[in-house]
């Protein structure tokens, strides 16, 4: 089982001590998103979980727990990202400058082949134009050289009930293919000067005319390089269509974020009216709090995705595992 944590909320920034405690526990709660009177019930144990994939715009909280979850035997990387917007746009996040400090002490802590920068989503829109991410984009990526080995980059999606009128007001429509062509093109040549991997999430367009391969967030050759081992992964099927990712479970909750980005998808759902301190407890088997006593909780059969089959291997001569 690979985990996600998480698209649905920021769990590196403001729930590191819930999970250290799910993962001793050895389990976790999970609210169901359309349904949030039921739960899944989720084993956690390092024999189950193949790896972690950690979403972030800023692990500071985490780094102090890190040693501890690879100790615990969990192995994992982080998609960390690093947009130049500043409070307009991202309210709850800190300066800049101090969060790039944050990437490139993760990077020292872990290498840079477990952190990947994600500069996502590019804002068309006013003085959000072509020039704007040509510009910050190179400065971002200049500070990241040796630091980040791949970039993924997306285009802002104006998501059905889940786009703010501030995004609309500002970007006034999503990115049409001459402007995705521009912005690659630009992006694709600074990130090769920094020997950076450039990859496009979830964009249909084909950018590969300008070596942009399509990305895996949760990226099964990458996960099998950090383990060891194949992994028996398919394609997750509740992504969008362009979507590169393997299936992973994900054990965050919508609304539970306090980072107030306003291109957000995850800022809506059952608990956004809740204040993240009132509905989240970190002893609780749940992120957002103990379930109601009517709540369903339901077991959800989970496995290793780790290839321990014996098979021959005619070449070698010999049995591989």
């Known amino acids: 089982m690979i985990v996600s944590a998480s698209r649905r909320t920021d769990i590196p920034a403001f729930y590191s001590e819930w999970l250290l405690n799910r993962l001793r526990a050895g389990f976790v709660l999970v609210q169901n998103p359309r349904n949030p009177g039921r739960y899944s019930r989720i084993a956690l144990g390092p024999e189950i979980v193949d790896c972690i994939v950690f979403w972030t715009k800023n692990p500071a909280p985490m780094l102090g727990k890190l040693d501890l979850i690879r100790e615990m035997g969990y192995p994992f990387y982080f998609q960390f990202t690093l947009t130049p917007y500043g409070q307009a746009i991202e309210g709850g996040l800190p300066p800049k400058a101090e969060i790039l400090e944050t990437f490139k002490k993760l990077s020292a802590m872990i290498g840079p082949e477990r952190v990947v920068w994600r500069y996502d989503p590019v804002i068309l829109g006013g003085a959000l134009d072509v020039a704007y991410h040509r510009d910050r984009f190179g400065r971002l990526a200049a500070a990241l050289d040796g630091y980040a080995n791949r970039c993924v980059f997306s285009f802002v999606d104006f998501y059905p009930g889940g786009c703010s009128r501030a995004l609309k007001k500002m970007a006034g429509r999503e990115a049409g293919s001459e402007d995705i062509y521009r912005v690659a093109e630009c992006f694709s040549e600074i990130a090769g000067k920094h020997r950076m991997r450039l990859s496009a999430c979830s ?90 006593r009517a709540a369903v909780i339901s077991n959800r059969m989970v496995r290793s995705l780790k290839e321990t089959q014996t098979v021959l291997d005619e070449k070698a001569g010999f049995m591989r595992i």
């Not at 070596?211 to 996960?223: E, H, L, V, Y």
């Open 203 to 292: 964009e249909p367009a084909q950018l590969s005319r300008y070596g942009i391969s399509r990305a895996s967030c949760i990226d099964k050759g990458m996960i099998e390089a950090l383990v060891g081992c194949t992994i028996r992964a398919k394609k997750d099927r509740g992504q969008r269509p362009a979507c590169g990712c393997v299936e992973s479970i994900d054990i965050g909750a919508y609304g539970t974020c306090a980072h107030g980005c306003i291109y957000c998808y995850a800022s809506y759902g059952p608990n956004a009216a809740k204040s993240v301190g009132h509905c989240h407890d970190p002893c609780s088997p749940a992120l957002t709090g103990a379930p109601d």
